[in-house]
């Protein structure tokens, strides 16, 4: 039976480590996205519209996955260590969301 316990665990672990990551990266590609698409596209107001509700969106589902991953890990107290650090990988992508928001800021002053 604990054989059987610790397998689910690991296998939840390892889970718990990879869905930052996903999110993390999925966050990116589509932010990068959206910033080409609004530095090549003719309709900027359009672009800049959606950026906008994804950012919002992208921000509240980071913080609630961030927050719910760091509070898991409180049960797997063997792990808590490597899953916190990936969990960080949520965080990574507000400071990139800032420097795409002032590249937009510069071109809309220039």
């Not at 718990?16 to 080409?36: D, E, H, N, R």
């Amino acid at each position: 039976m604990t054989t059987e316990r610790k397998e689910i665990t690991e296998e939840t672990v390892k889970l718990i480590k990879i869905i930052p990551q996903i999110i993390a990266i999925l966050s990116f590609a589509i932010g990068t996205a959206l910033l080409l698409l609004y530095l090549i596209g003719n309709n900027k107001s359009y672009y800049s519209e959606i950026g906008a509700y994804y950012i919002l969106i992208a921000i509240i589902i980071n913080s609630l996955l961030f927050l719910g991953i760091i509070i898991t890990s409180y049960f797997y107290k063997e792990y808590q260590l490597e899953i916190i650090k990936k969990s960080f990988l949520l965080l990574i992508n507000i400071p990139i969301a800032i420097l795409y928001l002032i590249i937009i800021i510069y071109i809309n002053n220039n």
